[in-house]
């Protein structure tokens, strides 16, 4: 009997080294897939990090450290109730841009581009109303969180919505019971940490519908504009667990913009980037990708710019104020985007593309408006 146990303890061991062996060299071929000289047209991110200045783990020299080394060029710090650091500024070659996550009565709201943290009685009074007195402008952090969900729909204007978030998936998966996905990420964990991170993400479908709704309400109450009135952005909800690293390397925010080395002027850029419906999230633990966006024509069809080598059987989406709409041709120049068409010119509404790789989510756009 214990020679069996021992047989079977060894045919385990030998099995889970060769999952890791197969897992470890996915890993390298996914990194070795990142073209430096596409990244260097862009910016990538981390939105919604925390650090020891509240619920964090890691100092932001820390931080800034773990996101060098994910090749991230900027992060937002977002720690509870606090703006720290007060002002932009490099570390470690990484550009630091201070938010806040302010917890209110209606759950807690990314503050960006404010000037000080919320007080207590602006938290527990219309938070919306006080982040735009600041100067900022309000991003709902994990909307449907299974604990802190967001409660103040109607209640005063926002800008962004999180519709991936990693706090949210720990939790969803923890008040599912869901031990398949735990135990998938916990083995893929010492092999590839940015695709352990991915294994607990649950679909974001109902973030996507309810933004997509948000986009139609919006509309409808303010009659036709130049842009949409809402913005989709990735969160890494990072603190630190199973480690910064990790998080950063599963996904990341994507802006074009070219950062020049003056923290104030490179700051105020990636904030703008991020809430003016130009940044893309990027699941780049699925695959790298950059130069991701989509742009309505003169023909009245969209356009997607998008490179990535990644191999594998691409799913291209295009979503009409929510519902799927026209039929995707792929570019001829050997990158891999390609227009979105709808039978003629695209009525008018707001439009984003999803791109699935090999069945799995890879990337998401922001939402673009047709008049």
């Given at each position: ?37 596409l990244a260097a047209a ?140 735990v135990l998938e990420a ?186």
């Amino acid at each position: 009997m214990r020679r069996l146990l021992a047989l079977a303890l060894a045919a385990a061991v030998v099995g889970y080294l060769a999952f890791g062996a197969v897992a470890w060299q996915r890993r390298g071929l996914r990194e070795a897939q990142a073209s430096p000289a596409l990244a260097a047209a862009e910016a990538r991110g981390a939105w919604h990090v925390h650090t020891t200045a509240s619920d964090g783990r890691g100092t932001l020299d820390e931080v800034a450290r773990a996101a060098r080394a994910a090749g991230l060029r900027f992060v937002v710090v977002s720690d509870h109730d606090v703006l720290a650091p007060a002002e932009p500024r490099y570390q470690d070659g990484v550009l630091l841009v201070p938010a806040t996550e302010a917890s209110t009565r209606q759950g807690h709201v990314v503050a960006l581009g404010v000037s000080r943290a919320l007080t207590r009685a602006e938290r527990d009074g219309d938070a919306l109303a006080a982040i735009r007195a600041l100067g900022g402008q309000a991003v709902i952090a994990h909307p449907l969180h299974p604990r802190r969900a967001f409660t103040g729909w109607g209640g005063g204007a926002w800008r962004g919505l999180e519709v991936i978030s990693n706090d949210t998936a720990w939790y969803r998966a923890l008040a599912d019971r869901d031990l398949r996905r735990v135990l998938e990420a916990l083995a893929v964990l010492p092999w590839d940490p940015p695709r352990a991170v991915l294994a607990l993400l649950d679909d974001p479908a109902d973030e996507l519908r309810r933004l997509d709704g948000e986009l139609r309400r919006a509309r409808a109450a303010a009659g036709a504009g130049p842009a949409p009135a809402h913005v989709l952005l990735c969160s890494a909800d990072a603190h630190g667990y199973p480690g910064y690293a990790a998080a950063f390397g599963a996904f990341s925010m994507h802006v074009p913009v070219t950062l020049g080395g003056d923290a104030a002027r490179d700051a105020a850029a990636v904030r703008a980037a991020l809430l003016d419906g130009r940044a893309a999230c990027v699941l780049d633990g699925v695959a790298p990708a950059a130069g991701v966006r989509l742009t309505p024509t003169a023909e009245g069809a969209l356009s997607l710019s998008l490179h990535g080598a990644a191999a594998g059987s691409r799913t291209y989406t295009l979503l009409h104020d929510g519902a799927p709409a026209g039929r995707f041709e792929a570019a001829r120049d050997g990158s891999a985007g390609g227009t979105f068409r709808c039978g003629g010119r695209c009525p008018p509404g707001d439009y984003r593309a999803e791109v699935a790789l090999d069945g799995r989510r890879w990337i998401f756009t922001n939402p673009v408006r047709i008049e």
